[in-house]
């Protein structure tokens, strides 16, 4: 079994979670129900204590991808992060990439689904995105429900609002190919979740 899969991986492919579990997890703190459904759906998951971890588990992604993956990131932050020390992984082509590096506005506890929008994917939709995401978030982010993110997201881009909103809630392959649910989409999906340094932001 591979390091990931040993370190992070919630159930096996094709496991579903029980109606059972659902129940359980909806008494869960929202932090904790968020991170059990994301990894039921097959999300790979980790928490991060430092910025030096942080390098580390992205290196370790980097070789479980191969030599030959390929970084695609609109976020100047995380660019600058990573750049210097994997130049060469970088690339400016979207169609090219095998990874797409960025953050996200929330993360939905009830559905341990991701939320974007144009902020992060400019005009893409999520079937257009590289077949791999690194997700880079902080625990500020978990919200309760998509109404939470929704009504979060107006509330601090009130001024100037993204487009482009897309929840992302499948991680491997749907067992039915054509499920509108899941916009025929899902993403090999890396979330790395860091304490937020500063409670404010």
Same mark, same amino acid.
């Given at each position: 079994m !591979?390091? &990931?899969e040993k370190l992070f991986k919630g159930t096996p492919k094709g496991q579903e979670m029980s =109606? *059972? @579990? !659902?129940e359980k997890y909806s008494k869960l703190p929202i932090d904790e129900a968020f991170v059990m459904n994301f990894k039921e759906k097959g999300g790979i998951f980790l928490y991060i204590d430092s910025i030096e971890e942080l390098e580390e588990v992205f290196q370790k992604i980097l070789l479980e991808n191969n030599a030959n993956a390929t970084i695609f990131t609109h976020n100047e932050d &995380?660019?600058? &992060?990573f750049y210097s020390q994997y130049p060469s992984y970088f690339t400016g082509d979207s169609q090219q990439a095998? &990874?797409?590096l960025t953050d996200c506005e929330y993360l939905v506890a %009830?559905? *341990? #689904?991701?939320l974007f929008s144009s902020r992060q994917l400019g005009q893409k939709r999520l079937d257009e995105l590289p077949p791999s995401l690194i997700i880079i978030a902080k625990t500020s982010q978990i919200v309760g429900s998509l109404i %939470?993110?929704?009504g979060g997201l107006n509330r601090k881009t009130h001024r100037d609002r993204p487009n482009n909103? @897309? #929840?992302l809630r499948s991680f491997t392959k749907p067992k039915e190919k054509d =499920?509108?649910?899941?916009?025929?989409c899902y993403r090999t999906t890396y979330l790395l979740l860091l304490e937020d340094l500063n409670p404010n932001e």
């Open positions: !591979k390091w &990931l =109606s *059972g @579990r !659902k &995380l660019e600058e &992060l095998t &990874l797409f %009830d559905e *341990g #689904s991701v %939470d993110a929704m909103i @897309r #929840s =499920s509108i649910f899941y916009e025929n």
